[in-house]
């Protein structure tokens, strides 16, 4: 909600509009005005903007990679499930970043990678800092966060503090 809030007055303040759960259909131009068609929950509309930025998210990189050749099978969006040492399903074969999903990051991957190295290497939990990586999303304002969300915390009955760091230039 927070973060919604803050990136909103940065559309609002940019005059963009934000249409989730909306995809592109295709565009055509007029003039100096983009019109692009596109189909959401209420159907088919379209609309004239400058500009058009589309997300689809992060996909995991396992195609063609021959996981099914070891034993190994993907869900259904294309990620491998790991333990909390990074082991799959299949012994002595570890697996980390875009592969195994959230959060798809360089930093990501290395804390995981040396995980899996450790708990190689007979460390019996190899996984001190797997769940602590920060993420980013590269938003206008750009948005990070560290650890359990409040959410998560208020179920465990775990006591917090909340910090707030505005950084402007």
């Known amino acids: ?17 934000l249409r989730p759960e909306t995809f592109a259909l295709g565009y055509s131009k007029k003039g100096k005005t983009t019109v692009v068609k596109s189909k959401g929950k209420h159907g088919e509309s379209t609309v004239e903007c400058d500009q058009i930025l589309s997300t689809v998210g992060r996909r995991p990189y396992s195609e063609g990679l021959g996981l099914d050749k070891v034993g190994l099978k993907t869900d259904e969006r294309g990620f491998l499930k790991v333990d909390d040492q990074m082991r799959t399903s299949v012994p002595n074969i570890y697996a980390v970043g875009d592969v195994i999903g959230f959060p798809s990051l360089a930093s990501a991957a290395y804390t995981q990678g040396r995980a899996a190295g450790m708990h190689m290497l007979g460390e019996k939990d190899g996984n001190r800092r797997v769940n602590d990586i ?23 009955r775990h006591p917090y503090d909340v910090g707030h760091v505005l950084f402007r230039s």
């Open 1 to 17: 909600g927070e973060c919604v809030r803050n990136t909103g007055r940065s559309r609002k303040k940019n005059k963009a509009k």
């Open 134 to 156: 920060p993420t980013g999303i590269y938003t206008s304002p750009e948005i990070s966060s560290v650890g359990k969300t409040e959410k998560e915390l208020t179920a465990d």
